[in-house]
């Protein structure tokens, strides 16, 4: 069975640009979790959506968005990057918000 | 302001022994706590996970032990192996009647390595 799958596996931008992070979650699961984890540091949640609506937030500016489709993928939108920006980003699914979460590989954003 | 606090930081045990990991939290709201675990450049799996109604729960070599009024929980890993050298997180959540849920608060890790 096929794990949470996040792309690309590797990002490099530079200050002020924007960028797009992509989750796809088990097959089965209606949720999709965000986190952000510094290096050193646990992960910090960002975003939750069920059933494509967002159902938390964390303590995030709005430079930082998301969206879930209808196929329950999701997207995380990253704009005006700052060099604080990098981190590895988490995507994290689940059947419901309030079951396990599941995390995928994630994806290493460095802003330059 | 951390929620939850891990301790320790870092935790070198010798093959067969036993880590424990330890974690407080603030808020009695909380009622989902699981356990992580991380290698380098990989995202964190699910090991165990516990709800304030056990005070105790068993996963192969994996224990947690909970102690609601003080707040407090705890990993251990039994006949450890140098396998399991990694990073652990634990996180707790709070739940929502209408069937959502806020997102994990992690802890800042242990880096645990098991020495052959």
């Known amino acids: 069975d096929a794990g949470v799958t996040q792309s690309p596996t590797h990002l490099i931008k530079t200050r002020g640009q924007q960028v797009t992070l992509r989750c796809s979650p088990i097959s089965g699961h209606k949720s999709v979790s965000w986190y952000q984890q510094v290096l050193g540091q646990g992960p910090q949640f960002i975003f939750q959506?069920?059933?494509?609506?967002?159902?938390g937030r964390g303590n995030f500016p709005d430079r930082f968005s998301a969206r879930q489709f209808p196929n329950y993928s999701s997207e995380l939108n990253v704009n005006a990057l700052l060099l604080g920006d990098s981190a590895l980003y988490l995507c994290?699914?689940?059947?419901?918000?309030?079951?396990?979460?599941?995390f995928g590989p994630g994806t290493r954003l460095t802003v330059l | 302001q951390q929620q939850v606090k891990q301790s320790p930081q870092s935790l070198i045990v010798q093959k067969g022994g036993i880590p424990i990991i330890n974690c407080a939290y603030e808020n009695t709201a909380f009622d989902y706590f699981p356990w992580y675990q991380q290698f380098p450049g990989k995202g964190p799996a699910l090991l165990i996970a516990i709800r304030p109604d056990v005070s105790e729960k068993k996963e192969g070599r994996f224990t947690i032990s909970f102690n609601k009024s003080a707040k407090q929980f705890s990993l251990h890993i039994m006949d450890s192996q140098p396998g399991d050298s990694a990073t652990y997180f634990c996180?707790?959540?709070?739940?929502?009647?209408?069937?959502?849920?806020?997102?994990?608060?992690f802890g800042k890790g242990t880096h645990l390595i098991i020495q052959p």
């Open positions: 996180a707790a959540r709070q739940s929502h009647s209408g069937g959502g849920a806020d997102g994990l608060t």
């Open positions: 994290a699914s689940s059947f419901s918000g309030a079951n396990e979460q599941f």
């Open positions: 959506y069920y059933e494509k609506e967002e159902r």
